[in-house]
């Protein structure tokens, strides 16, 4: 499984991004797909999680500002960011899980200025 993420990029605090993430590959059916993020020195942390029936999981973090989709025929899963600020910048990484193993994508690096 092959996963590929873009949309990353610079915006003001306040602003939207949407990133997407594709999978690629030979598998039958993912089961979750997720968005994780990183800022160096620190543990790669939970963003938003989304199994194949839809549904949702957040970290306290970004509900109410971040809402994660897919879309099951195109293997895609996106995550919509609002009102952003300077710390949810980060690398984000999508996830994807296919029976129990797990699979990142590239990273795209997302920055906030304040």
């Known amino acids: 499984v092959q996963l590929q993420a873009s949309g990353g990029g610079l915006v003001q605090t306040g602003g939207s991004l949407r990133l997407s993430c594709v999978a690629s590959?030979?598998?039958?059916?993912?089961?979750?797909m997720g968005w994780y993020r990183q800022v160096p020195g620190k543990q790669r942390e939970l963003v938003a999680t989304?199994?194949?029936?839809?549904?949702?999981n957040y970290a306290d973090s970004v509900k109410g500002r971040f809402t994660i989709s897919r879309d099951n025929a195109k293997n895609t899963v996106y995550l919509q960011m609002s009102s952003l600020k300077p710390e949810d910048a980060a690398v984000y990484y999508c996830?994807?899980?296919?029976?129990?193993?797990?699979?990142w994508g590239q990273g795209t690096q997302v920055t906030v200025s304040s």
């Open positions: 989304i199994t194949g029936g839809g549904s949702t």
């Open positions: 996830n994807a899980m296919v029976r129990t193993d797990s699979y």
């Open positions: 590959g030979r598998f039958f059916r993912i089961n979750v």
